[in-house]
């Protein structure tokens, strides 16, 4: 049992910590919200520099061959900053299907790249869906390839992404999937803005016959579970994480405030009614913490994880809400104006519970998986 | 990071578990709440006769130098079994590791290896009918009288004192120094001339007491620690009752208990509404976060690296846990949940449940002063006036 981060975890965290400190203060943050992708292509090109991008992919494919943990204390600090970035669709999801499925001249091609932030992988996945399945896309074979039909709701990063990733029901294989990478501009798909409040430019991604040479598909087609594998997990993991991370910050916003603000001629972090929902902030915060690394360190045992993944998603969802809630009202009026920070957490602190499942969907996973502490 | 348990501790977790399966059966809980107890002395002496009472202590004091984790996972077992731990949390973890800390060498010579033989019970007085969260404002009084100290006054709430051979009391020995000095802690036999109790019954159905004691004359040899200066030794001992063992065994037991009730109920044909499965995904999710938590505290003790925040934590998040269960459990039942005696279902689970969820809340700090611990020694919050 150890409860502690490897001297390499705590340096990586410290990097991020200076790095984004330093580089993404909140005018930045506010600046990816306004921008056309949604990030800053140039601030993940530096993150690629440093090295994190590809805390996860194989050392073969030009990444660090880490782990989950890793990843984690990645998406934790980046949480903390309110980083905007394509990772979790390019690296994540998409880095992680073609790193399962793709042949070696599609992995040398893509995953060194997306590794190092050079080139950017959408998924025609929505946000809000966290179980392995279809997802509104029908692959029919044709001629010398295949023909893609169908609309995907919430697709993030779409914008500006090098390629994207389809994942579609193949007619040819009754309740398989198949993957397919094609170009965003590729005739017969177009997208339907669907903004997010919090400034992610969401699509909604339709295919009108879509037509895609054969050696566009990626592997063979597979049952749905076998094809994500653990990597919907992985991607609830580093969610749950992400918001951890903004749940810290947005407690760690309201304690520095409660120690500053006079009112009554006092600190107001000095009343019991600010501190009480600080106290109990916190301690959501930490629960969110050893679920979130918990299910991580699962992962990186290739332990079954759908569980642990669900639980650290959910409790982590709930931390970020109400961490950014209590920040919001330990500012008081300020908490509720645009031109101070409060809002930027609480904006997506809701985002992020629907990532990857909503909470209702981990609950019922979590009921359905019960076993008994002690087996019967 | 290391979620695992070692293969030791996974034989110990069995051993312990194997224990339980022996000799925990319904009929000890039902012996314990006819008698109004926590305590079942043939349990305690079974418990002595593993060596498992000290077990976190020196074998030159008759433990076995276990660690806190060790520990976690014997309450964690211990609670899954229901099993009765009450004058086994009095004796070890209030009176015995504070004699570990600031007990002279005598007293660690003679009270730890009879603690660990389940010789010799203790309890723990502090509170009084003045003096609960304010601790400190404690009036009951110690005068020097020659090689004794002769102590009169009353305390209040104190668990297993009807039963405890030995109690640790908190008193006053200098009424002149400010409040926060002039406390002192003295080891008293409980069937000293001059002490009489009276029982109180709580809401969970078990007894404490009020203990009055009149002119009860103290070898001075039971002094601990620094004269005067108890306080200091008084926040110790309130470190390890928050440190110790967050109690989520027991969630963990009525959770497994719940999710076979509703499974044998949809199995007789009656369904059960998604929204009851989603409440108790909710608690699961937050009892395993309170189960890590309470593995952390004991990490980090193991480690030299006591955290007071995070033992308030983990203690104000079981609290809230055992209350929500409890609700959820009555809820699930209907009135049925309610009911008493035989016609009750899950041999009247529900009820006890309800009862005793606030004793959390209390015993030990009440949720408030803990919160004020998290705010204060945690965030650092600056103090109210």
Same mark, same amino acid.
């Given at each position: 049992?150890? /409860?502690?981060?490897?001297?390499?975890?705590?340096?990586?965290?410290?990097?991020?910590?200076?790095?984004?400190?330093? $580089?993404?203060?909140?005018?930045?943050? &506010? %600046?990816?919200?306004?921008?056309?992708?949604?990030?800053?292509?140039?601030?993940?090109?530096?993150?690629?520099?440093?090295?994190?991008?590809?805390?996860?992919?194989? +050392?073969?494919? @030009?990444?660090?061959?880490?782990?989950?943990?890793?990843?984690?204390?990645?998406?934790?600090?980046?949480?903390?900053?309110?980083?905007?970035?394509?990772?979790?669709?390019?690296?994540?999801?998409?880095?992680?299907?073609?790193? &399962?499925?793709?042949?070696?001249?599609?992995?040398?091609?893509?995953?060194?790249?997306?590794?190092?932030?050079?080139?950017?992988?959408?998924?025609?996945?929505?946000?809000?869906?966290?179980?392995?399945?279809?997802?509104?896309?029908?692959?029919?074979?044709?001629?010398?390839?295949?023909?893609?039909?169908?609309?995907?709701?919430?697709?993030?990063?779409?914008?500006?992404?090098?390629?994207?990733?389809?994942?579609?029901?193949?007619?040819?294989?009754?309740?398989?999937?198949?993957?397919?990478?094609?170009?965003?501009?590729?005739?017969?798909?177009?997208?339907?803005?669907?903004?997010?409040?919090?400034?992610?430019?969401?699509?909604?991604? &339709?295919?009108?016959?879509?037509?895609?040479?054969?050696?566009?598909?990626?592997?063979?087609?597979?049952?749905?579970?076998?094809?994500?594998?653990?990597?919907?997990?992985?991607?609830?993991?580093?969610?749950?994480?992400?918001?951890?991370?903004?749940?810290?910050?947005?407690?760690?916003?309201?304690?520095?405030?409660?120690? +500053?603000?006079?009112?009554?001629?006092?600190?107001?972090?000095?009343?019991?009614?600010?501190?009480?929902?600080?106290?109990?902030?916190?301690?959501?915060?930490?629960?969110?913490?050893?679920?979130?690394?918990?299910?991580?360190?699962?992962?990186?045992?290739?332990?079954?994880?759908?569980?642990?993944?669900?639980?650290?998603?959910?409790?982590?969802?709930?931390?970020?809400?109400?961490?950014?809630?209590?920040?919001?009202?330990?500012?008081?009026?300020?908490? #509720?104006?645009?031109?101070?920070?409060?809002?930027?957490?609480?904006?997506?602190?809701?985002?992020?519970?629907?990532?990857?499942?909503?909470?209702?969907?981990?609950?019922?996973?979590?009921?359905?998986?019960?076993?008994?502490?002690?087996?019967? | 990071?290391?979620?695992?348990?070692?293969?030791?501790?996974?034989? #110990?977790?069995?051993?312990?578990?194997?224990?339980?399966? +022996?000799?925990?059966?319904?009929?000890?809980?039902?012996?314990?709440?006819?008698?109004?107890? $926590?305590?079942?002395?043939?349990?305690?002496?079974?418990? %002595?006769?593993?060596?498992?009472?000290?077990?976190?202590?020196?074998?030159?004091?008759?433990?076995?130098? !276990?660690?806190?984790?060790?520990?976690?996972?014997?309450?964690?077992?211990?609670?899954? %079994?229901?099993?009765?731990?009450? !004058?086994?949390?009095?004796?070890?973890?209030?009176?015995?590791?504070?004699?570990?800390?600031?007990?002279?060498?005598?007293?660690?010579?003679?009270?730890?290896?009879?603690?660990?033989?389940?010789?010799?019970?203790?309890?723990?007085?502090?509170?009084?009918?003045?003096?609960?969260?304010?601790?400190?404002?404690?009036?009951?009084?110690?005068?020097?009288?020659?090689?004794?100290?002769?102590?009169?006054?009353?305390?209040?709430?104190?668990?297993?004192?009807?039963?405890?051979?030995? @109690?640790? /009391?908190?008193?006053?020995?200098?009424?002149?120094?400010?409040?926060?000095?002039?406390?002192?802690?003295?080891?008293?036999?409980?069937?000293?001339?001059?002490?009489?109790?009276?029982?109180?019954?709580?809401?969970?159905?078990? &007894?404490?007491?009020?203990?009055?004691?009149?002119?009860? !004359?103290?070898?001075?040899?039971?002094?601990?620690?620094?004269?005067?200066?108890?306080?200091?030794?008084?926040?110790?001992?309130?470190? /390890?009752?928050?440190?110790?063992?967050?109690?989520?065994?027991?969630?963990?037991?009525?959770?497994?208990?719940?999710?076979?009730?509703?499974?044998?109920?949809?199995?007789?044909?009656?369904?059960?509404?998604?929204?009851?499965?989603?409440?108790?995904?909710?608690?699961?999710?937050?009892?395993?976060?309170?189960?890590?938590?309470?593995?952390?505290?004991?990490?980090?003790?193991?480690?030299?690296?006591?955290?007071?925040?995070?033992?308030?934590?983990?203690?104000?998040?079981?609290?809230?846990?055992?209350?929500?269960?409890?609700?959820?459990?009555?809820?699930?039942?209907?009135?049925?949940?309610?009911?008493?005696?035989? +016609?009750?279902?899950?041999?009247?689970?529900?009820?006890?449940?309800?009862?005793?969820?606030? /004793?959390?809340?209390?015993?030990? @700090?009440?949720?408030?002063?803990?919160?004020?611990?998290?705010?204060?020694?945690?965030?650092?919050?600056?103090?109210?006036?």
């Amino acid at each position: 049992m150890d /409860f502690s981060l490897s001297e390499t975890q705590e340096l990586l965290r410290r990097t991020l910590r200076e790095f984004l400190q330093r $580089e993404y203060p909140s005018r930045v943050v &506010r %600046a990816a919200e306004a921008s056309e992708r949604g990030y800053l292509p140039e601030i993940y090109r530096r993150l690629g520099e440093l090295g994190v991008l590809g805390l996860t992919v194989p +050392e073969a494919e @030009g990444g660090a061959g880490g782990g989950w943990v890793d990843l984690a204390v990645f998406y934790e600090e980046a949480g903390r900053a309110l980083l905007a970035s394509p990772h979790l669709s390019s690296v994540v999801l998409g880095g992680g299907l073609l790193a &399962r499925w793709a042949d070696s001249a599609q992995r040398q091609a893509w995953l060194p790249a997306l590794a190092s932030g050079e080139r950017v992988l959408a998924v025609a996945w929505p946000l809000d869906a966290g179980e392995p399945g279809p997802c509104g896309l029908v692959a029919q074979p044709a001629a010398g390839g295949y023909r893609l039909r169908g609309e995907v709701p919430h697709v993030a990063h779409y914008v500006g992404a090098d390629a994207v990733l389809l994942v579609a029901e193949r007619a040819d294989a009754a309740g398989r999937l198949g993957l397919f990478l094609a170009d965003p501009t590729a005739p017969g798909l177009t997208v339907t803005p669907q903004p997010l409040q919090s400034g992610e430019p969401l699509v909604r991604l &339709r295919c009108d016959d879509v037509w895609l040479p054969a050696e566009a598909a990626v592997g063979e087609p597979q049952p749905a579970a076998v094809l994500f594998g653990p990597t919907l997990d992985g991607a609830k993991t580093a969610v749950a994480a992400l918001a951890l991370g903004g749940a810290a910050a947005a407690v760690d916003m309201a304690v520095a405030y409660a120690k +500053e603000r006079h009112q009554f001629g006092r600190p107001i972090g000095s009343f019991q009614a600010i501190q009480h929902r600080l106290a109990r902030l916190a301690m959501l915060v930490e629960e969110a913490r050893l679920l979130v690394y918990a299910a991580a360190w699962q992962l990186d045992q290739g332990m079954e994880a759908r569980r642990a993944a669900a639980m650290a998603k959910l409790q982590a969802g709930t931390a970020f809400r109400e961490a950014a809630t209590g920040c919001i009202l330990v500012h008081g009026g300020y908490g #509720f104006m645009l031109e101070t920070d409060p809002q930027l957490y609480y904006r997506r602190a809701k985002v992020l519970e629907f990532a990857f499942g909503p909470p209702a969907a981990q609950q019922a996973l979590i009921a359905a998986t019960h076993t008994p502490f002690i087996p019967a | 990071m290391d979620f695992a348990f070692t293969p030791e501790q996974e034989r #110990f977790r069995e051993e312990v578990r194997a224990f339980c399966r +022996e000799h925990v059966d319904s009929s000890v809980r039902a012996w314990l709440q006819a008698h109004h107890e $926590e305590h079942d002395p043939v349990f305690y002496r079974k418990i %002595a006769e593993r060596g498992w009472i000290g077990m976190q202590w020196p074998p030159e004091y008759g433990g076995q130098g !276990r660690s806190h984790v060790d520990m976690a996972i014997f309450y964690e077992e211990m609670g899954y %079994a229901r099993a009765p731990l009450g !004058r086994y949390t009095g004796s070890v973890v209030f009176v015995g590791e504070s004699i570990i800390a600031y007990g002279t060498p005598e007293q660690k010579a003679y009270f730890l290896p009879r603690i660990a033989r389940g010789e010799l019970t203790c309890c723990w007085a502090l509170t009084e009918p003045g003096a609960g969260s304010d601790a400190a404002a404690l009036q009951c009084r110690a005068v020097e009288e020659g090689d004794y100290f002769v102590v009169t006054g009353q305390k209040v709430f104190t668990s297993g004192a009807h039963l405890a051979d030995v @109690g640790m /009391f908190a008193v006053r020995t200098d009424p002149n120094a400010p409040k926060y000095h002039g406390i002192s802690l003295l080891l008293i036999d409980m069937n000293s001339p001059g002490i009489t109790l009276r029982p109180l019954y709580t809401l969970g159905g078990w &007894r404490v007491n009020e203990i009055f004691l009149d002119h009860v !004359r103290v070898p001075r040899e039971r002094l601990m620690g620094q004269k005067n200066e108890g306080w200091r030794h008084v926040l110790t001992t309130l470190g /390890f009752e928050r440190a110790g063992l967050a109690p989520v065994g027991t969630l963990l037991r009525t959770v497994d208990d719940l999710m076979a009730y509703l499974t044998q109920r949809e199995e007789a044909g009656q369904p059960v509404a998604a929204a009851w499965r989603e409440r108790l995904a909710e608690l699961v999710t937050e009892i395993h976060a309170a189960r890590w938590m309470a593995y952390r505290v004991a990490w980090l003790q193991d480690s030299g690296l006591p955290d007071l925040a995070r033992s308030s934590m983990a203690k104000v998040l079981t609290a809230d846990l055992h209350y929500r269960l409890a609700n959820l459990v009555v809820d699930v039942l209907g009135l049925d949940g309610l009911v008493r005696g035989p +016609e009750a279902p899950l041999d009247g689970l529900g009820e006890q449940l309800y009862r005793a969820a606030l /004793f959390h809340h209390i015993g030990g @700090g009440t949720m408030e002063m803990q919160l004020n611990a998290i705010a204060l020694q945690g965030l650092g919050l600056p103090r109210g006036a």
